[in-house]
């Protein structure tokens, strides 16, 4: 069952450092069968504080997803973001 892992940004502080991240955490998703769904774009908020902005990225089931955002190649990216941007981090399992 596909898992996904979405990304919602709070507060982004440096720009800069964000697109650093991006050049290095968007080819770890490609390395292990991840893609990204949503991409940072206009939010249409409805109900709660609003984010930044959100990513949703699929990855085949949670295993894989959790390898990935584990994997040593995603840990350099992380650790560009985060002081760059308050960020939750999640991943849900498909239906």
């Known amino acids: 069952m596909a898992a996904y892992v979405i990304f919602n940004y709070l507060q982004v502080y440096d720009e800069e450092k964000m697109l650093e ?20 774009g206009e939010l249409h908020m409805l109900e709660g504080p609003a984010s930044q902005y959100m990513i949703i990225t699929e990855f085949q089931d949670v295993t894989t997803a959790r390898a990935w955002y584990d994997s040593p190649e995603y840990q350099i990216a992380r650790r560009i973001r985060e002081p760059a941007a308050d960020v939750q981090v999640m991943i849900v399992p498909g239906v």
Request: proline share 10%; net charge positive.
């Open 21 to 40: 991240y991006r050049k290095h955490a968007h080819p770890t998703v490609a390395t292990y069968g991840g893609t990204v769904k949503v991409r940072p």
